[in-house]
């Protein structure tokens, strides 16, 4: 089965701000808007956009400046697993 990228997530720190940007300026439909999470429908056959308020990280914690979530493979792998019926 080959892989699919179904959803990008990107954590800003403006949410209002990022909301209208993508909405507005670039014209992406939104989705879902529930509070500190808004997700676009990119047309058909395309990935859905999910931008999520983050927080600045804790000192102890890394992330990627971009604030991009990459999730442990093993979770990945089960979320395909759910969605595939195994």
Known sequence: MPLQVTAIMIGVEDLARSKKFYGERLGCTIDQDPPNF??????????SLALYERRAPRPSVGRAKAGLV???FTVAEKRLQILNGV
Not at 38 to 47: E, K
């Open 70 to 72: 990459i999730m442990p």
């Open 38 to 47: 808004v997700s676009f429908d990119l047309g058909d056959g395309s990935s």
